[in-house]
């Protein structure tokens, strides 16, 4: 069975530092994408960062950067200089198959960022 | 170029009462997928239509849950006879592409149910 395991119910992090929000994953497939969503207060799912299997590199959207461990199965979130704004659920999420948009959810992190 | 639409945003029913959600997907998208959020959890996939056609319902309950995308307006997520487990965040997200290697996945605010 695919699963995807967020195992930090809640973290909290001083405004300006760094935080990692873990992700590990169970899959047979070989090429996939893997996804972070954050969800603020006013519910939108919105797509930080997604990361192709067959790339290496990892990949970074400004202040956000994931760690991709193929072999480990693991998928972690880093922010950087964070901001109140980051404040939020995030989600990993994993396409059910490898290659549809029937994502799998993990059960989140709440994030809350401290002035 | 507007997002994805969903309506109502709020929705209260009383239990055995019929719930209509609707959604409208990006211009240009022919993919539209709902998702269920319980509270205190991740979405989960409901159903995952394309114009005029169910492809995939193997989140949805056999009974009283059923979706459409016509060939023309929105999707639309009935919910027969509501219960208050029903009560949930309820996403719609739209894609362009199928696949995850194509398709980027857009949400919309989502619907709130509340079944009293």
């Known amino acids: 069975a695919q699963t995807v395991t967020q195992s930090q119910p809640e973290m909290s992090v001083q405004e300006a530092e760094t935080v990692t929000l873990s992700c590990t994953y169970d899959t047979s497939e070989s090429n996939y994408y893997l996804f972070w969503y954050k969800q603020p207060p006013s519910r939108q799912m919105i797509l930080v960062i997604r990361?192709?299997?067959?790339?290496?590199q990892n990949a970074t959207e400004n202040r956000f950067s994931v760690n991709f461990q193929k072999a480990a199965k693991s998928f972690s979130l880093k922010i950087s200089d964070s901001q109140l704004g980051d404040t939020a659920m995030y989600f990993c999420a994993f396409p059910h198959g490898g290659a549809t948009n029937k994502l799998i959810f993990g059960t989140g992190t709440l994030l809350a960022v401290q002035p | 170029n507007a997002g994805v639409m969903q309506n109502p945003r709020h929705l209260v029913r009383r239990r055995g009462q019929e719930a209509r959600l609707r959604c409208s997907p990006m211009k240009g998208h022919s993919h539209v997928y709902w998702y269920r959020q319980l509270p205190e959890e991740g979405l989960k996939f409901m159903v995952y239509l394309q114009k005029e056609n169910i492809i995939d319902e193997s989140g949805m309950p056999k009974e009283r849950f059923s979706a459409e995308f016509p060939k023309e307006g929105p999707s639309i997520l009935r919910i027969q006879q509501v219960v208050r487990g029903d009560s949930a965040a309820y996403f719609c997200?739209?894609?362009?592409?199928?696949?995850?290697?194509?398709?980027?996945?857009?949400f919309g605010e989502g619907s709130r149910l509340t079944v009293l």
């Open positions: 997200a739209s894609s362009e592409e199928q696949g995850a290697l194509g398709g980027e996945l857009f």
């Open positions: 990361q192709e299997a067959y790339k290496q």
